[in-house]
Structure formats: C-alpha cells, structure tokens
C-alpha cells in the first residue's frame, strides 16, 4: 500500500507540479525594412516566466533558419507578454524571406517563429525621405524606394 502511494503521488506532482510556459511571436508590421531600422517584435506567454528572464528576439538568415546562433537583434528583462524593440543589423544581407522568433532565458524556452516574412534591404540601397535643394534653388522630394 505504501508503494501504491508513492506512486500515486508521484504522478500527481509531475502532473500538476510543472507548468510548462510557451511563447507565440506576434505579427511584426512595416516590411521591407532597411538593415539599420528598428521594428517592434510582439510576443504573449501563456503563462509567467520566472524572475529574471530575459525575452529575446532573434533573426533568422535571409532563407528565413535559424541557425545554431542567431543573431539577437533586442531583449527584454520581463516575465510577461510584451514588445521586444529590436535593430536590424546595418550589415544584415539583403533578402525577402526574414523571419523573427521570440526566446527566453528563465526558462529556456523558443517561441513560435513570426507568421510575418520580412524583407529586408541593404542598408546601402534604402534613401532617406526628405527634401533637396538644388543649385538653381528647385526643390526635389526624395522617398524611400
């Protein structure tokens, strides 16, 4: 009877006992993006994390993998559902297939990979919007291609 016990008890402590947390990668709006920009990564949990955890959003390369080290482009000290303001790096590769995912430190955990595909253009190839004043004093209107 003893060992029925134990049993039983064991069984309600690993069933009850973890709660295990996820993360979902929210919509990221404003594509194409220019290596340099910032962009807001939104995620949720399903549940709090622990003290101390840190979100972190994370670039796949232009196929749209991540490789075995991704390059962590924002991070936040949070246990909840949030908004990681992330920098693309100005070296980043031009590319049409981007995807961000969300990872955590406490615990470690990696969120759903972003439903949104990113482009992103060389930092080289993105103008600035604004306005030029030519030697004959005409204005011209500059947008971003």
Known sequence: MRTLSIIVLTAL??????????IT??????SPFCAGNTLNVPYTVSANFNSGNVFRAQLSDAAGSFPASPVVIGSLTSRTSGTIVATIPSTTVAGSNYKVRVVSTNPIRTGTESSSILVIKSAGSCAVAGA???DLGDVTIITPS
Do not use: E
């Not at 402590?13 to 996820?22: D, E, L, N, Y």
């Not at 990668?25 to 404003?30: C, D, S």
């Open 13 to 22: 402590c690993i069933g009850f006992g973890a709660q295990s947390q996820t």
């Open 25 to 30: 990668t929210g919509t990221i709006n404003g």
């Open 132 to 134: 030029m004043l030519d």
